[in-house]
């Protein structure tokens, strides 16, 4: 290992071709082609208490032994071949390595200046490509193989560019969720392109904080399904999302996430179907901004914000925007939220196999939602507005609506009791929904929005739980 921090290399053959030389001594050379057989890459980042701020330069005296020949090295392409790169984190106390064999990278624009005694990469490359030559990497629990395409960095813009990704199971569902044991995410993820931009050098090595100013992603493709056969792993807790940044320890800040035209699936199978429920969102779109746990430099009133818009089931569009205060030691949220008119029928994918209730009419929107929130629980309210809302009883095993002897007595039960079909009932006033969801912390922060939502709907159509049906008291007092 290298006994300084800083980045170093060295090859054990190296062959120009397209020669041309300037004539004056010291001469210029450009080459049109530099190829490097064998590589070894060596990257030190100490980390101390109190860090002295060092430039992070690049070991070029394999050159400047020349600078009395050469002035100067302009290459068109380089090519490195059979890479070795060795990363060490040093701290006081401790050393971490991470060793990578057999990757290629090619390097379009090197200009180097011989007669300064270090440069910085942006200083003499303008692109560098890396092929990783098909290697894929399997997680620790064996579970996912993940691989990607070309990654690119242009040192310029300062952008990391992975021309393509995925993450995959190893395993066929039934296997996988076997082998997992518990409650879990099976996940399927493809990208088609991601870049994260702004990538700040002088901070990461100085500092040891990661900062880009944009992740953006195109084109993402993310399906998750879960067997709901299987328990919760005992003590499992879900942290809210200011909770996961303050227990990172690594400093990280990404100014802007832009995922465009993305599509999320959520498929979930019950213990009593072979089906999955599943619920879709295509021409998912997300404009997020102050994702870090940099928290000495941000202002008290700091929020992450995230403005999305998607198309429910591919029929009506949802915009919504979040707000996590970042100071918040409740973990504080806000919703609002509206959406086109839909056909509820869709829903039907997601409630017949989870639920045992088809929706066989009705349309309706979410004209606005206004809730808020915290790691205990969420409230606010929401107007619902729909029409011809019905439901029947749905045979999860047979896969098709119930025609039993209970059938009818659910659909009267439902339909005619519990469910008002219409919001609002002719010339009258609209019903606001109340929201109110206690949170689990065996569930994800998405679960818990989900659900609060959900509350929401439930509370317009005449579904109230305790809780909700005092809140409505209070309401209705304070018109009073």
Known sequence: MPDSAGFRFNSDRVVFSGINLKQSMPTRVTVNKLTFDRMNFFLVLKKAKEKKKTRFDLDMSFIQSYAGLMAGLKVDTTYLKDISLQY????????????????????????????????????????????LRGRSYITNDSMYEIQSGLIRYDFPRKAIVVDSFYVMPRYPRKTFFEKARYQTDRVKLFGKRMELRDFDFDDFFDNDHIHFGMLRLDEADLRLYRDMKYPLKPGVYKPMPQEILRNLTQKITVDTVDIRDSYLLYGEYSKKSENPGIAYFENFNIMAYHLTNNFSVIPDTTNFLIRMNTKVMGDARLDATLRFPLMSLDDEFFITANSEKMDMTKLSQLTENILGISIVSGKGRIVYSDIKGDNIESSGTMLFKYRKFKLKMYDTEKSKVSSGFFAPVFNFMINGLMIKSYNPRFARTPRKGIVYYKRDTQRSVINYLWKSLLSGMLSTMGINTKEQRQQKKIIKKGED
């Open 88 to 131: 060490y984190t040093v701290g006081d106390s401790s050393v971490k390595s991470v060793k990578v064999n057999d990757i290629a990278l090619k390097v379009r624009g090197i200009n180097i200046d011989t007669t300064m005694a270090s440069l910085g990469m942006r200083d003499m490359v303008k692109n560098m490509t890396i092929d």
